[in-house]
């Protein structure tokens, strides 16, 4: 790759005539102007995005990495990545991504993101959960996005999952639903968790004994969605169900539910109910009915954890982000 010393000795100009070509052209004779583009275009060379942000700006490059820990492949990923992108960009900030799988080296990872040299850090995954951050991310100011430190005292912007699950289960058993068969994600995620506390206090609320309700907890592992079918046969004896609506951990388990339900001849919402969680991209409005779900706030937990580098916030907190019910015809 040709370098900056290349084009300025093949030219014949000073290293301080190519940067000037290149960051200030107003300043160069239109003739030098002229030679020195045809030595870059000749040589294809590439400037250095990350040191040109350095010389311009000082010690703070106006550059946010985001080390993004297995989120490559999933839908919610494009809502993340967006918003930083574009609150990056309203604020006069760039911003680049760079992917970590579970079986990378992390230091290996981290060499690669810091030779960016970036202003700023975003840790952020795809699923709430905890993570181990490595100590040179700490050099820099370092925000997570949907995941919590599982020791070190770091500024994360995650959803409000019981609050979320407290809202839609509380309009679910206002609408006269009351013995909800409740499908949840494995019971070791900690949205899981929190969702448990959420519905739990929306039963109390309405005079309804959460433990006596059927909880069933997802395995690890897709393949498991196609266990939905037998879970749903299980509370179904003579051609009646054994509850009026289904509480569902995502989405993909709702999808599921609908297809066994419709199977069987059930009528959603007449009788029996359906809520979702997450909002899948673009699928939630293709059921039939529309789907009732609640929002994973993805697009907003990346716009704040963007202006929280770029405001240089010190704050080490965590932040809970509304999950809002979005009502739609399935209850």
Known sequence: ????????????????????????????????LSRVQDVILRLNYVPDLSARQVRRVGSRNKTIGVLALDTATTPFSVEIALSIEKTARAYGWNSFQVNMFTD?????????LLAHRPGGIIFTTMGLR??????????????LANCESKLEPVASFIPDDEKGQYMAVKALLAAGYKWPLCLHLPSDHLATLRRRRGLERACHEAGINPDGLVHHYMQQGDEHYMDIPDIILTYKAQGKMFFDSVICGNDRIAFMVYQMLLTLGVRIPQDIAVIGYDNHIGIGNLFLPPLSTVQLPHYELGRLSTLHIINGESHRDTVLVDSPLLMRESF
Do not use: F, G, H, Y
């Open 1 to 32: 790759m040709a370098s900056l010393k290349d084009v300025a000795k093949l030219a014949n100009v000073s290293l301080m005539t190519v940067s000037r070509v290149l960051n200030t052209p107003e300043r160069v004779k239109p003739e030098t």
């Open 130 to 143: 905890e993570v181990s951050i490595p100590p040179r991310l700490m050099e820099l100011p370092c925000v």
């Open 104 to 112: 990378d080296n992390p230091e290996e990872i981290v060499d690669l």
